[in-house]
């Protein structure tokens, strides 16, 4: 069973810059849609970014001009460049992707691990 591990979370203070990335365990083929999202405790998660096979990106307003998702098809790899973070950023960030017969995490349910961002004011 693919599993997708994210990595990057850190500690950092308001107005700091993390990157985040992600990768599935093992090959999986093509990706379609990857995306990131982000969960508090007691909160829904939350959709943060999204970029399709050609590169057509969107993102949660919030974080929209301070977020950047990319990339590598040939890593089958998801990144999330993020600047000018501010407390309210924190969560425990996850990734997920499409493939050509689902998404490789149920998009209901608990998702793992994630990789933990904490925003210091």
């Known amino acids: 069973q693919v599993q997708l591990v994210e990595s990057g979370g850190d500690l950092v203070q308001a107005g700091g810059s993390l990157r985040l990335s992600c990768a599935p365990s093992?090959?999986?083929?093509?990706?379609?849609?990857m995306a990131w999202y982000r969960q508090t405790p007691g909160k829904e998660r939350e959709g943060v970014a999204t970029i399709t096979r050609r590169g057509d990106t969107s993102y949660k307003s919030s974080v929209q001009g301070r977020f950047t998702i990319s990339r590598d098809d040939a890593k089958n790899t998801v990144y999330l460049q993020m600047n000018r973070l501010q407390p309210e950023d924190t969560a425990v960030y996850y990734c997920?992707?499409?493939?050509?017969?689902?998404?490789?995490?149920?998009?209901?349910?608990?998702w793992g691990q994630g990789t933990q961002v904490t925003v210091s004011s």
């Open positions: 093992k090959s999986v083929g093509s990706v379609y849609i």
């Open positions: 997920n992707m499409q493939l050509a017969s689902d998404w490789v995490r149920p998009l209901g349910g608990s």
